[in-house]
């Protein structure tokens, strides 16, 4: 089964607007990451959160993270339409053993 | 660029036929790991490897197989290929197991 959930599946706003994708996972994590997927390429690293960390921040993106809800949250601030894209939270679980992705939030800024 | 190349860019070929994917990591970078997207099933976690050995599996087929060799390149093979094997396959590389990973263009693969 999945271990990160996204949500919302797709998201569609305008520019300059704030997009706020959540992420749910099941078991004890050691990080949780963001990556985006622009169509049809490969996935690009955002933004890497420890489980002893709450909150980080880069550029315009701030991500949550509250193990006790097992959730985490991306915000892009003034969004732009090159953010246009796949947004998946990947997990890692306390044993190492593997990065779960999630199935994605579809986001589409519209200019 | 994320410092990972991929070989074939795509590749089209026959049911039941094998096939062998290609991953250069970036330079210094131990952990390779292999991805299948399809549309139906999302990015799915086949296999990583650390410095030449098995540390994972995910979802990998017995038809499928994989190996890291000693200058860290690694090789993905699919064997007695099927329709549903048509997917988009990402290798990615980090340092360490548990960090950020770093995403090669993919290999599209189509099976007709």
């Known amino acids: 089964s999945q271990q990160g959930e996204e949500d919302p599946q797709a998201l569609s706003i305008q520019e300059g607007e704030n997009a706020t994708m959540n992420c749910s996972y099941k078991t004890s994590i050691n990080n949780l990451q963001w990556y985006r997927q622009n169509s049809g390429r490969g996935l690009v690293h955002l933004i890497l959160?420890?489980?002893?960390?709450r909150e980080k921040h880069s550029g315009r993106l701030r991500v949550t993270l509250d193990t006790s809800k097992k959730s985490s949250s991306l915000l892009i601030t003034a969004s732009r339409a090159a953010d246009t894209a796949s947004y998946f939270c990947?997990?890692?679980?306390?044993?190492?053993?593997?990065?779960?992705f999630g199935p994605g939030t579809s986001l589409s800024v519209i200019p | 660029d994320s410092g990972v190349t991929q070989t074939p860019k795509h590749l089209i070929t026959a049911t039941g036929q094998r096939v062998t994917l290609r991953c250069s990591p970036r330079?210094?970078?131990?952990?390779v790991y292999w991805y299948q997207q399809s549309l139906d099933q999302g990015l799915q976690f086949l296999i990583q490897y650390y410095n030449g050995e098995e540390r994972a599996k995910g979802n990998i087929l017995e038809r499928f197989s994989a190996q890291q060799f000693p200058d860290l390149h690694s090789e993905l093979n699919l064997s007695s290929l099927e329709l549903g094997d048509s997917a988009l396959y990402f290798c990615a590389s980090s340092p360490r197991r548990g960090n950020e990973q770093y995403f090669g263009p993919g290999t599209r693969l189509t099976v007709t």
């Open positions: 990947a997990t890692l679980e306390t044993s190492y053993d593997k990065v779960i």
């Open positions: 330079s210094g970078d131990l952990s």
């Open positions: 959160i420890r489980s002893n960390e």
